[in-house]
């Protein structure tokens, strides 16, 4: 039987066992070491690896989710283009977030075991926004250089632990080059995680699109939450 602390853990509920790595962002403690590793190593080899996003709460991703299922956030198609709301069907908007966003209570980033990662001394300007878009984690892109080197890392078994689940389009979420996961603690973490657990929290949830989400709950689990690449070592 899953306790409670552990059962709001994977909800993204609980955040006492996260620490801060910098500013305004958070991992799990056990991370955090493995972390700093990484980021010692990329900077030893001349990459400023920094994060652009980590630890996220289930009410901020209930506020994504809620907010692209209303349409006051961009929508977007499979490749990235932007998709026109009002021309979409409630199935048409469901599948166009889960290519691109987690269902709140279901987003790896709730466990803090997942970071964003771009390259600070790649940008191009001081004032450049980091959009986490395909364009720019290409092998020619601007963070391309940082992407190449840590893909060698990852190879190698030499990236303390970390790898890339959204590495190729596997028909669920899109390619997320720039995420990493921490797979000593993560996959543990998905072992707890089945169809009823969540079948059952998705119901007690008040967001957007739930009833949608649960007439396809059993295709939705299998192709947005368990489909992704595993580590290769």
Not at 37 to 44: A, E, F, P, Q, S
Not at 70 to 75: A, E, I, W
Not at 119 to 130: A, E, G, M, R, T
Not at 183 to 197: G, K, R, V
């Given at each position: 039987?899953?306790?409670?602390?552990?059962?709001?853990?994977?909800?993204?509920?609980?955040?006492?066992?996260?620490?801060p790595?910098?500013?305004?962002?958070?991992?799990?403690?056990?991370?955090?070491?493995?972390?700093h590793?990484?980021?010692?190593?990329?900077?030893?080899n001349?990459?400023?690896?920094?994060?652009?996003?980590?630890?996220?709460?289930?009410?901020?991703?209930?506020?994504?989710?809620?907010?692209?299922a209303?349409?006051?956030?961009?929508?977007l198609?499979?490749?990235?283009?932007?998709?026109?709301?009002?021309?979409?069907?409630?199935?048409?908007?469901?599948?166009?977030?889960?290519?691109?966003?987690a269902?709140?209570?279901?987003?790896?980033?709730?466990?803090?075991?997942?970071?964003?990662?771009?390259?600070?001394?790649?940008?191009?300007?001081?004032?450049?926004?980091?959009?986490?878009?395909?364009?720019?984690?290409?092998?020619?892109?601007?963070?391309?250089?940082?992407?190449?080197?840590?893909?060698?890392?990852?190879?190698?078994?030499?990236?303390?632990?970390?790898?890339?689940?959204?590495?190729?389009?596997?028909?669920?979420?899109?390619?997320?080059?720039?995420?990493?996961?921490y797979?000593?603690?993560?996959?543990?973490?998905?072992?707890?995680?089945?169809?009823?657990?969540f079948?059952?929290?998705?119901?007690?949830?008040?967001?957007?699109?739930?009833?949608?989400?649960?007439?396809?709950?059993?295709?939705?689990?299998?192709?947005?939450?368990?489909?992704?690449?595993l580590?290769?070592?």
């Open positions: 039987m899953m306790n409670i602390d552990t059962k709001n853990y994977l909800l993204g509920k609980n955040q006492k066992d996260l620490v790595i910098g500013q305004n962002h958070l991992l799990h403690r056990n991370v955090v070491e493995a972390f590793l990484l980021r010692k190593l990329c900077r030893d001349g990459f400023d690896l920094s994060v652009a996003s980590s630890y996220r709460s289930f009410e901020r991703q209930k506020t994504i989710w809620n907010e692209k209303l349409g006051k956030r961009q929508l198609s499979d490749t990235g283009a932007p998709l026109n709301y009002e021309t979409l069907s409630q199935e048409e908007i469901l599948k166009s977030i889960l290519r691109w966003s269902i709140p209570g279901f987003s790896r980033h709730h466990w803090g075991t997942e970071i964003d990662v771009y390259c600070q001394n790649s940008l191009p300007s001081k004032d450049y926004n980091v959009m986490l878009i395909p364009d720019e984690v290409s092998d020619d892109g601007i963070f391309g250089e940082l992407h190449k080197f840590l893909d060698e890392l990852i190879e190698g078994n030499n990236s303390y632990g970390f790898f890339r689940p959204y590495c190729e389009d596997r028909g669920g979420v899109a390619p997320e080059r720039w995420h990493l996961s797979a000593p603690l993560s996959m543990q973490n998905e072992e707890l995680i089945d169809f009823e657990f079948k059952n929290n998705i119901g007690e949830f008040e967001i957007e699109l739930k009833e949608l989400l649960l007439s396809q709950g059993d295709e939705i689990f299998e192709k947005y939450i368990q489909n992704h690449c580590p290769p070592f």
